[in-house]
Structure formats: C-alpha cells, structure tokens
C-alpha cells in the first residue's frame, strides 16, 4: 500500500486561493472550538450537580467517561462515513448532537438523563478530528496547511477555555440549567452559521469517491489498518491526551499542594496555560511549514513541558511564579501542536484520510477516559509531587514516540518497526 498523502488540493491547477483556505480554516476551526467547549461543559459546575442530583464526584466523573468512551467508537466508525461519502453532512450532525446534548443536560430530572444526554454529547464530539483533516488535507493548499492545523489547534484550546469562563458566572447569577442551556444556544448558532456558509465546506461526492478509490479498484476498507506509522499515531495520540487530561484535571491542584497557591489562583493555571498554548501554536504553525522537522518540534516542544514539570515538582517556587511556569509549559507543549498534525498527515495513504484520523485520534478520547483513574488515584492518595512527575513522564513518552512514528512510516507494511 502507497503510503504518501494526496495533494492537499482539490480544486484544480491552480490551487485554492488564500481566501478561500482562510475561510474554510476559519469555518472548520470556530466548529472545532465548539467541540472542546463541550467536553468541558459539565466539568466546571460539578459543585451544583453534586447537590442537583445527590450524586458524588466518581458518578460525575462516570459522565464525562461515557462521553469519551462514546466519542471514542463514534470517531473510529465516522472516518469510514467520511470516506465514503463527504464530511459536510457529518460535521453538521455532530454540532447539531452537540447542541441537543447541552439541553439535554439542562433539563435533565434525573442523574440517569445526565448519562443519556452524555452519550448524546459523546456522538456528536466523535465525528469533528475525520471531518477537519478530511477537509484541511483535501482542500487546503499544501504550503497553508501547517497554518490550518495551527489555527485548529487555537480554537481548540479557546474552546476548552471558554466552557468555565461561560457557564460558572451564568450558574453563579443564575442557575446551572441556564448555563447548560445558553451553551446550547451557542453551539446552534454556530450550526446555523456554518449552514449559510456551506458552500465553503463542500466536497463533491464524485471528488470524495476518487480520492478514496471508490470510483476505482478497490482496496479492503480496513487494509490500512496494516500500516505501523498508523498504530504510531495511535500511541502518540493517547499519550498525548494523557498529558493534557493531567494538566486539565489535577496538575493545577497538584501544584497548589506542593507551593501553597490560593485557591483561586488554581483555575488561573488552567486558563493561562491554555491561552499561551494557543501562542504557541501561532509560532508551531510557521515552524511547521517545513514537514520534515516535525518531529524534532515535537521532540523540543515537549522536552521543554516536561522540563517545566519537574520544576514544579522539585522547586521551592513561590506561590505567584506557579503560573507562569504553567503558562511556560502550556507555549511549550503548543508549540508542538501544527507539527504533531503533520505526523499523521505523513503517514496517512491518499485513500483513507478519513479512516486513519478517526482511528488515530480515538486515542485521544481513550487516553482522556483512563488517566485520570491513574492520576485521581495519585490525588486521592496526597501524591501530589508523584502527579507532576507523572506528567513529565508521560510527555517524555511523547518525545519518544513523535520518532517512532517516523521509523515506523519508513517500514513496509507487513514488517515490523525496529
């Protein structure tokens, strides 16, 4: 099986122009944001939903696992929809889902309709990482596409910040479900802007079918699954989500422990580490316009996390210097970001865009479904220092397996990476 991806570019010689690229990235992006500021709605109101239902934190925490362990299957199957037929439909469904899962949430009676309209949620938030790629990797001209995958990086990370900076202060003036609910508002209007502007997110049919063979002689659908770089990617991806699971979770808290922050500074670690990821990715964007250094980016970018890390660790830091540094891991770790795209870009064969980025980035939602069972643990137990070890550790892993993506790509397939 050839293993090179196709031309980013359908739209014929000359290519897309720069507005188009741009406002096709800038569609795909603001539905991306939509899709992380749902996986953090229910998370920042736990303290009302704790008391609403008469439920415990391990009950709450089993939502958000349904959700990703459902976004998980659902991001798995969707590739082969994409493939098959067009992402359009597909990213509409998800943020439609999306949408029905937050009101689903508001108005939820019982902590049975809390998991219901978690599974809901989960659906939806499956289909957007083969839809996006699917789109960028065919439409997107190819010295634009670091750019693309920067600014899909960006609204990620504004989205996760956005969900608590919305629905805390809706929930604190005036009540949970109305904060559940203007986030549903919010997820369908963007439905409804990405409707109008549908006409900048089609790919015939006819294209969708060329480029995956299917006009042709055809392959087994599930022969790419015969590709190492492929299960690379995979491996990379859960651990990935492991390191921002922990970051997102419990490394706040966890350095609270260790250098006595007030409390409130705790949700500032959080928000500054996501805002200076997402300049990091501005600058990882430009520095992966170069596709064969993408590995020594990932490489520096998450040395440098894990470096800060064990700072925070082992330092005796003052309570004021404990976001900055998380503001320093966070540019580190996003810095990283354009270039860990381009990883599966370059091993992705030109017929299965769509299948290789829904089984890949499933590990992503399976490594934000078991970490936190590790690292709650760790918490749970004062092993505060142990968490931030724990960390650098996993971003460590990363470093290691950024390079074994590259050396497996380079294996036949059949054979076994060294």
């Not at 098959?84 to 509409?92: D, K, Q």
């Not at 790629?133 to 609204?155: D, E, K, M, P």
């Not at 210097?321 to 810095?335: K, Y």
């Not at 980025?357 to 505060?384: E, K, N, W």
């Amino acid at each position: 099986m050839r293993t090179t991806a196709a031309p980013a570019s359908s739209s014929g010689p000359a290519g897309p122009t720069v507005r188009q690229d741009a406002v096709l990235i800038g569609l795909v992006g603001l539905a991306h944001g939509i899709s992380h500021f749902s996986q953090l709605l229910l998370a920042p109101l736990f303290p009302w939903l704790k008391d609403a239902f008469q439920v415990g934190y391990a009950e709450l925490g089993l939502v958000l696992t349904v959700f990703f362990v459902v976004s998980c299957l659902v991001q798995a199957g969707a590739g082969f929809i994409v493939d098959r037929y067009s992402p359009r439909p597909v990213l509409f469904a998800g943020l439609g889902l999306i949408a029905l899962a937050a009101v689903g949430y508001a108005l939820a009676q019982s902590y049975w309709m809390l998991l219901a309209s978690a599974v809901v949620g989960g659906i939806g938030n499956g289909v957007f990482h083969p839809v996006d790629y699917t789109l960028f990797n065919r439409r997107v001209a190819q010295t634009r596409l670091g750019h693309a995958y920067s600014v899909h990086g960006i609204t990620g990370s504004l989205g996760w910040a956005l969900a608590p900076a919305m629905v805390v202060p809706l929930a604190v003036a005036f009540s949970w479900r109305v904060a559940l609910l203007a986030a549903g508002a919010l997820a369908f209007a963007v439905l409804v802007l990405l409707w109008f502007q549908r006409s900048h997110l089609v790919i015939e049919k006819k294209a969708v079918l060329q480029a995956t063979g299917h006009a042709g002689p055809q392959e087994h659908s599930l022969a790419f699954l015969q590709i190492p770089a492929v299960w690379m990617c995979f491996a990379f991806f859960f651990f990935y989500a492991a390191s921002l699971s922990v970051v997102q979770a419990f490394a706040p808290e966890a350095a609270r422990q260790l250098h006595g922050m007030p409390v409130a500074l705790v949700a500032a670690c959080l928000s500054i580490y996501m805002v200076c990821s997402a300049g990091g990715m501005v600058l990882g964007g430009f520095l992966a316009s170069d596709p064969s250094r993408c590995e020594r980016i990932v490489g520096i970018g998450f040395g440098l996390a894990a470096a800060m890390a064990l700072v925070l660790a082992f330092a005796g830091l003052p309570a004021q210097a404990v976001p900055a540094l998380f503001g320093a891991m966070g540019f580190s770790a996003g810095i990283s970001g354009p270039s860990r795209d381009l990883l599966v870009k370059r091993s992705t064969p030109a017929n299965a865009t769509g299948r290789v980025y829904g089984v890949v980035y499933a590990g992503l939602d399976i490594g934000q479904a078991l970490a936190p069972l590790l690292f709650g643990a760790l918490m749970d137990h004062g092993r505060f220092r142990d968490v931030l070890v724990g960390l650098a550790v996993v971003q460590g892993v990363l470093i290691v397996s950024a390079f074994n993506v590259r050396r497996a790509r380079r294996t036949p397939v059949g054979a076994v990476p060294a």
